[in-house]
T-cell receptor, first 115, second 114 residues
Framework: GAGVSQSPRYKVAKRGQDVALRCDPI?????LFWYQQALGQGPEFLTY????????KSGLPSDRFFAERPEGSVSTLKIQRTQQEDSAVYLC?????????????FGPGTRLTVL | AQSVTQPDIHITVSEGASLELRCNYS??????LFWYVQSPGQGLQLLLK??????LVQGIKGFEAEFKRSQSSFNLRKPSVHWSDAAEYFC????????????FGAGTTVTVRA
């Protein structure tokens, strides 16, 4: 399809497990964003890539969170040693332009539940 | 840092009635303003955005929003809602000095009754 896709759509992890969440942005989109959306809240910015460069990771809540986009297309958000407070929907968005001036197109999200 | 407030957590409206969702922001300068809609199981979809110019912005699905600098508001309106408008709506703010980072409000859930 032409939109942003994310996989898996649902992930259940036991506390302490590592998880990897994948984002396939719209082909050719320069900018890629990760957000965390807790239940009943709006999305919170996690990190921003421009091509393969991670320009801002100020929103990552701890050093257990790591994101990469090695070839400037697909991105992976990895969470190590998951905790219950990591339970949330993780949203990926891409934009064809640098910065927010381009419309951000969002994927359906990955719902992570940590038991 | 900028912040966004959506005062109404939940609104119920009858089909065919008008809808207005409130959004207030806190930021020293004119921000970039957005409204997104999120249907269950779907990603966020951009309804409209304001960067500059005309303060009344038209969007998709018959929505419009008005930027009022004096009130630090960017309220979303629709003259006649359809059952398919039932969803969660998010207002978001971006700032010119850090132009890729959006700050979202907590959202307003809209229920449409027949």
């Amino acid at each position: 399809g032409a939109g942003v896709s994310q996989s898996p759509r649902y992930k259940v992890a036991k506390r302490g497990q590592d998880v990897a969440l994948r984002c396939d942005p719209i082909s050719g989109h320069v900018s890629l964003f990760w957000y965390q959306q807790a239940l009943g809240q709006g999305p919170e910015f996690l990190t921003y890539f421009q091509n393969e460069a991670q320009l801002d990771k100020s929103g990552l809540p701890s050093d257990r969170f790591f994101a990469e986009r090695p070839e400037g297309s697909v991105s992976t958000l990895k969470i190590q040693r998951t905790q219950q407070e990591d339970s949330a929907v993780y949203l990926c968005a891409s934009s064809g332009q640098r910065g927010r001036t381009g419309t951000q197109y969002f994927g359906p999200g990955t719902r992570l539940t940590v038991l | 840092a900028q912040s966004v407030t959506q005062p109404d957590i939940h609104i119920t409206v009858s089909e065919g009635a008008s809808l207005e969702l409130r959004c207030n922001y806190s930021y020293g300068a004119t921000p970039y303003l957005f409204w997104y809609v999120q249907s269950p199981g779907q990603g966020l979809q951009l309804l409209l955005k304001y960067f500059s110019g005309d303060t009344l912005v038209q969007g998709i699905k018959g929505f419009e929003a008005e930027f009022k600098r004096s009130q630090s508001s960017f309220n979303l309106r629709k003259p006649s809602v359809h059952w398919s408008d039932a969803a969660e709506y998010f207002c978001a703010v971006g700032v010119r000095s850090n132009d890729y980072k959006l700050s979202f409000g907590a959202g307003t859930t809209v229920t449409v009754r027949a």
